[in-house]
């Protein structure tokens, strides 16, 4: 079964009681705000089709204290499937992850007719909806709650990057970036192995790790899993990277690097790496990291190759066993270096191991 | 005069593509790294647009920075590969 990821609500007797342009003081239709606010916390994106005056509606949206939940809205006369069918396409979400919900059956048919997929409600369906399974996520993260807030971001920042005029680089600076790497904690790692699965084209191994492994690894001072997370002026982008090492005597040995297609362009994966040149310098290791080609990673190729590794040799390689087949080990003498000219950095430090299990 | 004509081409066919990701003049000596530009992004639209425009593929320890840097050294790593290839 495929969750949902948006539900698209329909007004005027759905979301709120009476149709808005017979009566300017329509209510919430009761028990609808407990599952919007039940839905916006499990990370499922809400929007609005609706047939209305657009500024009208919109305004009583913000009177009734609910506008901000609502992404994307499309009110206007307009086929509801096309309105349905934007705000997929705007999301990047397939038909099959969008829902609808609207008391008419004629709509509800439009909507059917015109995107087989979309999953459509009754209206008297409303109030229990969140108990539906295609409306219970599996796992709620940090980054579930707080979706909704990190898309409006990315509609803000996306639309001042289309009107900026002038170098990529400035763009950047002005974003005021900000950059966390941390080490792993049990509750991030939920997120850790949506990353480790998700990530194809920004993906050094492409080897999944599982919450289990991910938590046998944390409580071992032999392993590292960080996890990168960036923010900037207009919000958070939300966990966006991690990086699984092990530590050897002579090496430390980074077994998979993976980040966010969304943070390629801040050059997210190079500052990683910069971090982690310095920090092995610091701690007098070389760094060897494990890439397996595919169609699709090349990037990360590139982005190491341009970072200095290589493919010479290093007797730091020794206890390490050997890579799986397919699987290159690129090496690095690290040296001191700049880290980034746009994205400022707080990070853990290195040179303490991990901290130790605290479970008996 | 053909075979110069098709030297020069080179590094200038870089640098207007270059500019257009800039959003200005790039000369032939400017450090790119140093200014920042050679982010993931861009240096995999630049790999990609030098293997497609040139007919090389760019692999392994070429695609080491120091042959990005300019669009004079990429200019050089673009003849290097080209040579290579019709030698082979």
Same mark, same amino acid.
């Not at chain 1, 002026?233 to 077994?255: E, N, Q, S």
């Given at each position: 079964m495929t969750h949902v990821k948006c539900l698209v609500w329909d007004l005027d007797n759905t979301l709120w009681n009476g149709t808005l342009l017979e009566d300017d003081r329509v209510e919430l239709v009761d028990g609808v705000l407990d599952t919007v606010r039940a839905l916006d916390e499990r990370g499922i994106l809400q929007s609005v089709a609706s047939k209305n005056d657009a500024d009208l509606a919109l305004r009583r949206l913000t009177e009734l204290g @609910?506008?901000?939940?609502? @992404?994307l809205p499309k009110i206007g006369w307009g086929p509801k499937s096309d309105s349905v069918r934007e705000i997929a396409e705007e999301l990047r979400f397939a038909p099959e992850a969008v829902a609808f919900v609207d008391d008419q059956p004629q709509e509800r048919a439009e909507v059917e007719f015109g995107l087989p997929a979309v999953r459509c409600y009754p209206a008297e369906q409303a109030v229990s909806l969140a108990e539906l399974p295609e409306f219970t996520p599996t796992t709620v993260t940090t980054d579930s709650r707080r979706r909704r807030r990190m898309y409006q971001a990315g509609f803000r920042r996306d639309a001042e990057r289309a009107a900026f005029r002038g170098p990529d680089q400035e763009f950047l600076r002005s974003l005021e970036l900000e950059m966390t790497i941390g080490k792993a904690t049990g509750q991030e790692l939920g997120r850790v192995e949506e990353l480790t699965v998700r990530t194809t084209q920004m993906n050094t191994t492409g080897v999944f790790y599982a919450e289990d492994t991910l938590r046998g690894m944390i409580a071992n001072p032999a392993h590292e899993v960080l996890t990168v997370t960036i923010t900037d002026r207009f919000g958070p982008y939300g966990a966006v990277g991690v990086v699984v090492l092990d530590r050897h005597p002579d090496a430390w040995h980074v077994k998979l690097l993976a980040t966010s297609c969304r943070v390629v362009s801040l050059g997210a994966g190079a500052l990683v790496l910069n971090w982690l040149v310095n920090e092995a310098e610091r701690a007098g290791v070389h760094l060897l990291a494990d890439f397996r080609p595919t169609e699709r990673n090349r990037i990360m190729e590139v982005t190491y190759r341009f970072a200095g590794f290589e493919d010479d040799p290093c007797a730091c390689a020794g206890p390490l066993p050997a890579q799986d087949d397919g699987v290159l080990r690129l090496h690095l003498t690290p040296a001191p270096r700049e880290l980034s000219p746009v994205i400022r950095l707080t990070a853990a430090d290195l040179s303490e191991p991990a901290r130790t299990s605290v479970a008996s | 005069m053909t075979t110069d004509q098709a030297v020069d081409s080179v590094p200038s066919t870089i640098s207007s593509y270059l500019e257009t990701k800039a959003g200005g003049p790039v000369e032939h000596d400017a450090d790119l790294a140093a200014a920042g530009v050679l982010t993931s992004m861009v240096a995999m639209e630049i790999v990609v647009f030098l293997e497609s425009t040139f007919g090389i593929s760019i692999v392994g320890r070429d695609l080491k920075l120091d042959n990005f840097r300019t669009v004079d050294s990429m200019a050089a790593l673009v003849t290097r590969l080209r040579e290579n290839r019709d030698n082979a």
């Amino acid at each position: 079964m495929t969750h949902v990821k948006c539900l698209v609500w329909d007004l005027d007797n759905t979301l709120w009681n009476g149709t808005l342009l017979e009566d300017d003081r329509v209510e919430l239709v009761d028990g609808v705000l407990d599952t919007v606010r039940a839905l916006d916390e499990r990370g499922i994106l809400q929007s609005v089709a609706s047939k209305n005056d657009a500024d009208l509606a919109l305004r009583r949206l913000t009177e009734l204290g @609910v506008a901000d939940y609502f @992404v994307l809205p499309k009110i206007g006369w307009g086929p509801k499937s096309d309105s349905v069918r934007e705000i997929a396409e705007e999301l990047r979400f397939a038909p099959e992850a969008v829902a609808f919900v609207d008391d008419q059956p004629q709509e509800r048919a439009e909507v059917e007719f015109g995107l087989p997929a979309v999953r459509c409600y009754p209206a008297e369906q409303a109030v229990s909806l969140a108990e539906l399974p295609e409306f219970t996520p599996t796992t709620v993260t940090t980054d579930s709650r707080r979706r909704r807030r990190m898309y409006q971001a990315g509609f803000r920042r996306d639309a001042e990057r289309a009107a900026f005029r002038g170098p990529d680089q400035e763009f950047l600076r002005s974003l005021e970036l900000e950059m966390t790497i941390g080490k792993a904690t049990g509750q991030e790692l939920g997120r850790v192995e949506e990353l480790t699965v998700r990530t194809t084209q920004m993906n050094t191994t492409g080897v999944f790790y599982a919450e289990d492994t991910l938590r046998g690894m944390i409580a071992n001072p032999a392993h590292e899993v960080l996890t990168v997370t960036i923010t900037d002026r207009f919000g958070p982008y939300g966990a966006v990277g991690v990086v699984v090492l092990d530590r050897h005597p002579d090496a430390w040995h980074v077994k998979l690097l993976a980040t966010s297609c969304r943070v390629v362009s801040l050059g997210a994966g190079a500052l990683v790496l910069n971090w982690l040149v310095n920090e092995a310098e610091r701690a007098g290791v070389h760094l060897l990291a494990d890439f397996r080609p595919t169609e699709r990673n090349r990037i990360m190729e590139v982005t190491y190759r341009f970072a200095g590794f290589e493919d010479d040799p290093c007797a730091c390689a020794g206890p390490l066993p050997a890579q799986d087949d397919g699987v290159l080990r690129l090496h690095l003498t690290p040296a001191p270096r700049e880290l980034s000219p746009v994205i400022r950095l707080t990070a853990a430090d290195l040179s303490e191991p991990a901290r130790t299990s605290v479970a008996s | 005069m053909t075979t110069d004509q098709a030297v020069d081409s080179v590094p200038s066919t870089i640098s207007s593509y270059l500019e257009t990701k800039a959003g200005g003049p790039v000369e032939h000596d400017a450090d790119l790294a140093a200014a920042g530009v050679l982010t993931s992004m861009v240096a995999m639209e630049i790999v990609v647009f030098l293997e497609s425009t040139f007919g090389i593929s760019i692999v392994g320890r070429d695609l080491k920075l120091d042959n990005f840097r300019t669009v004079d050294s990429m200019a050089a790593l673009v003849t290097r590969l080209r040579e290579n290839r019709d030698n082979a």
